[in-house]
């Protein structure tokens, strides 16, 4: 079983496409773990806020698996298979890392946005703070804590559509 972690983001019916990522993905893998959820400005184009969590589970599918689950779980909510990287997402969900695994293809592992957006590694470096980043070897809570970048981001109290999330749903530090 690898362990992964999951970014989940969508500024067009937050609440309702925050919700349905959680059942998706809690369908796929059966038990998951997420951190709190942050809003934050859209980044690279004016749009309205996102809400941003990261996700944990263990799975036994491959890379090109949970991706191409991920991708088909999108297009059931209606993002188009071909959209732009800057745009409003009714739901984006993004493999961040598999393991220790570093590789190119089918996607870049570990994600680039680990290192340059506060909406991944905040909440990132609070479910996995010992975790460590298999190309900088620093760990999670060591990179926010060393993260420079002018983003803003904030916490929000989520009304989760699982009552027994709320004991996995991470406090912030």
Same mark, same amino acid.
């Given at each position: 079983m690898a362990l992964i972690y999951i970014s989940i983001g969508s500024n067009i019916e937050r609440d309702l496409h925050i919700s349905a #990522?959680?059942? !998706?993905?809690? #369908?796929?893998?059966? !038990?998951?773990r997420c951190s709190a959820v942050y809003e934050s400005e859209a980044v690279g184009f004016d749009g309205d806020a996102f809400y941003n969590l990261v996700a944990e589970a263990n799975t036994d599918l491959s890379v090109a698996e949970c991706v191409a689950a991920f991708k088909a779980i999108e297009q059931k909510y209606g993002r188009p298979a071909k959209s732009p990287k800057f745009c409003g997402k009714r739901l984006d969900l993004d493999l961040l890392t598999y393991d220790q695994l570093v590789c190119k293809a089918p996607v870049e592992l570990p994600r680039d946005e680990i290192t340059k957006n506060a909406f991944v590694l905040l909440p990132l470096s609070e479910l996995a703070p !010992?975790?460590?980043?298999?190309?900088?070897?620093?760990?999670?809570?060591q990179m926010w804590q060393a993260y420079q970048e002018p983003q803003k981001l904030w916490q929000v109290a989520f009304n989760w559509p699982d009552a027994a999330l709320a004991t996995a749903v991470l406090p912030s530090k």
């Open positions: #990522a959680y059942l !998706e993905l809690s #369908a796929l893998f059966g !038990e998951i !010992e975790q460590t980043h298999p190309l900088t070897g620093q760990s999670y809570q």
